[in-house]
């Protein structure tokens, strides 16, 4: 299941200052209040979570948002995070809302929309392969 602020296409500044607005209104720290509820050790939180990243994720308030809170970029490309199938696929669709959006080169800089664009390439259920050196026998 997915929800949206604005289509693109629906995007104005009025619209986007009002769905800004409203999402001020879940919190002091809105981005915090919803980063904690995903660590909770409930799954449907946390991909609940994921979603309401993903729904601001189109929109440039939203990836002015997220590239100001400290520690976001890095909680969006940690892969650690969310290990059932429903997780990395909601992570995967911010992942995917961020790099579909217009605006988020720009917003989020280079470097951090480079590491998008490769997460989004690797797919949801990539993980690094580890070489391992054995050492037995050698003196």
């Not at 929800?3 to 629906?10: A, K, R, V």
């Not at 104005?12 to 050790?41: A, C, Y």
């Not at 969310?82 to 790099?99: C, I, M, N, R, Y």
């Amino acid at each position: 299941m997915s929800f949206y602020f604005l289509q693109p296409e629906h995007q104005t500044e009025d619209l986007l200052s009002l769905t800004e607005s409203w999402f001020h209104l879940l919190s002091n720290q809105p981005m915090d209040m919803i980063r904690n509820i995903s660590t909770q050790p409930f799954p449907e939180l946390h991909c609940w979570a994921l979603r309401i990243f993903s729904a601001i994720a189109s929109q440039p308030w939203g990836q002015k948002i997220m590239i100001s809170t400290p520690g976001f970029m890095e909680f969006i490309l940690d892969r650690s995070t969310g290990q059932t199938k429903e997780a990395k696929d909601a992570k995967f669709e911010l992942v995917s809302s961020l790099v579909g959006s217009s605006t988020a080169s720009e917003i989020l800089g280079s470097p951090n929309y480079i590491r998008l664009k490769t997460y989004l390439k690797e797919g949801p259920y990539y993980v690094s392969a580890v070489a391992a050196v054995s050492t037995e026998g050698a003196e």
